[in-house]
């Protein structure tokens, strides 16, 4: 009987500790994707980019596919 109690508790912290492990690194997840948005914006004001620079560095990134790119480079040239 006193093992089944033992294995109980045992079983109890480890299920905390998961818990508790899985919200520690959704926090720090949560923080570092914040930073990294601050610091691309803040990269865009410093250097001062054109749209369209910032739409190559995206193409060149993998984010967009070359269709879409284009038709944006169009637009944006047009305006």
Same mark, same amino acid.
């Not at 500790?17 to 610091?39: H, S």
């Not at 984010?63 to 637009?75: S, Y």
């Given at each position: 009987?006193?093992?089944? !109690?033992?294995?109980? !508790?045992?079983?109890?912290? *480890?299920?905390?500790i998961?818990? $508790? ?7 720090i997840?949560?923080?570092?994707? =914040?930073? #990294?948005? @601050?610091? /691309? #914006?803040?990269?865009?004001? @410093? +250097?001062?980019?054109?749209? *369209?620079? $910032?739409l +190559?560095e995206?193409?060149? +990134? ?9 038709? +944006?480079?169009?637009?944006? =040239? /047009? @305006?």
């Amino acid at each position: 009987m006193m093992s089944m !109690m033992g294995g109980g !508790m045992m079983l109890t912290m *480890v299920l905390w500790i998961l818990i $508790v492990g899985f919200i520690i690194y959704g926090i720090i997840r949560f923080l570092m994707k =914040q930073n #990294t948005k @601050k610091e /691309n #914006t803040s990269l865009i004001e @410093k +250097r001062g980019d054109s749209s *369209v620079d $910032v739409l +190559r560095e995206r193409f060149a +990134r993998g984010e967009i596919e070359k269709q879409e790119f284009e038709d +944006r480079k169009e637009i944006l =040239q /047009n @305006k």
